[in-house]
Every structure is written in C-alpha cells, then in structure tokens.
C-alpha cells in the first residue's frame, strides 16, 4: 500500500454510528503548490498568500509594470504568489500528483488538454514587465526563498535581498505606484503584542518614509498592534 501518493485514497468517516465513504480526488490540501520546501516559523498557507495581494488590486498594477514589495518576506510565499498571479500561473500547475489521476473516472485527454492551455497562458504571462522585491534579515532564509521561487519558475521575476526592514529603502524611488504586502508577527506564534508594539511603530514610519504614493496591504489579526503603525486603513477584508 502507498500511504504517500496511492493510486487511489478512500476516506471513511464515522460519525455517530453512521459511516461516510468518500474517495480522494485532490490528494494533498490544494493549496500546496509544490514548490515550498523550505518555511519560515511561521508561514502562511499559499491561498492566504495570494489572495492578499489579489485582494489588493495587483493583478492590474502588475499589468502596468508597477512593482510589489514585501519588506519581511520570510520564505518568500507572497512574492511567489503575486509573482504567479502576474504571470497568470495556474495554481498546482506544476503538481506531479493528484488524487484522481488514477480514478477510473479520470479523462486524461481532457486534462492534458488544460494543462497545455494552462502552460500557454503562463508563457504569455511571462512576457510581461515588472519586479517583485521580497526583503528579510535572515541570510538563511532569504536562501530559503530564493529556493523556493526557483522551484515555482519565478524567480527570474523576483529579488531577495537580506535586509532588515529597520533599514528598508525603496528599491525603486522613481516609481509613481506599486504595491506593499507585508505579514508582520502576530503575537500569536511569534513574540508577544507588547514586545511586538515597536515593530509595527517602525513599520509604519519606513511605509510612510519610502513608500508614500504606494498601495500597502497588512495581514494581521491584531487590531491593536495594526493601529500602531499609525495607518488607516482605506478597506479592510477578513481571511481564515
């Protein structure tokens, strides 16, 4: 038996003396992509990754050129994301397994066929123009992201660089507009909200400092440690 990557996985869940049969079509959680093999402490899933920047008009200021930058980029997951995104990047396209692919139901033609409308959408895609900046402290895990966008295909669109965001210049003064994504600690798996409360003091300063006419997007669930960059937010969006 493939415990892994079986040929087909059927689930049963028991429940108050009933019985649920189902088979596994997906294999593993869809929102892996396939190319993060090395994380940070604390990362974020994939999906939630991109539907910040997706949430926060991107894809248009991508198809301007307008550059995206995450000043604490850990192992790069929302410069991958905004990346694939720009680039029309079929979520899992580069996946090798999928729960059905075995199923006698399965219509192989079919999704090769998606797959090769979904490789020349992302080659399109890829002749657009812009950058992708993604900044951490860590050496080791700027080499950990740097990895990772190689394995997604995208890092030809993405810089890394070790910097610590105290020091944050934006990389690209000239630039009218562009797109600030951040996931700062939350005091949740990392630090606490009192220790936490000058990191988000700073990172509001360096926002206002080098990114004035930019669109900034923070992902937090702590109102009061976002109030403490000393930003108001034009919207706000729930995400679990």
């Known amino acids: 038996i493939a415990t ?11 429940r108050n003396n ?21 994380v940070g402490k604390a990362p ?16 248009a200021l991508s198809e301007t050129g307008a550059p995206l930058v995450d000043p604490m980029s850990g192992s790069g997951t929302f410069c991958i994301e905004a990346a694939a995104i720009a680039t029309d990047l079929a979520p899992g396209l580069y996946r090798e397994y999928y729960g059905f692919l075995n199923w006698s139901g399965h219509e192989k033609s079919t999704w090769e066929n ?13 002749q657009k123009s812009f950058k992708i900046f993604g900044f951490d402290a860590s050496r080791q895990t700027i080499h ?16 890394f660089i070790q910097v610590p965001f105290q020091n944050l210049k934006n990389p690209l003064p000239d630039e009218e507009t562009g797109l600030v994504v ?6 949740e798996r990392l630090g606490t909200e009192q220790s936490l409360r000058a990191t988000y003091v700073e990172l509001g300063k360096r ?34």
């Open 18 to 38: 009933q019985a649920t049969l189902s088979i596994d079509l997906s294999g593993e959680s869809l929102h892996k992509r396939g190319y993060r093999q090395m």
């Open 114 to 126: 998606l797959i090769r409308e979904a490789k020349k959408r992302h080659e399109e895609g890829r």
């Open 182 to 187: 951040v996931n700062p600690p939350w005091g």
């Open 144 to 159: 950990s992201a740097r990895q990772n966008a190689k394995r997604a295909g995208l890092d030809d669109f993405i810089e």
């Open 4 to 14: 892994e990557e079986p040929d087909l996985r059927v689930a049963v869940n028991i």
């Open 44 to 59: 974020l899933k994939e999906t939630v990754a991109a539907a910040v920047p997706a949430r926060s008009g991107w894809k």
């Open 207 to 240: 926002l206002k400092l080098e990114f004035g006419n930019w669109k900034a997007s923070i992902i937090t669930s702590n109102d009061n440690l976002a109030r403490s960059t000393g930003l108001k937010a034009h919207k706000k969006n729930t995400v679990y």
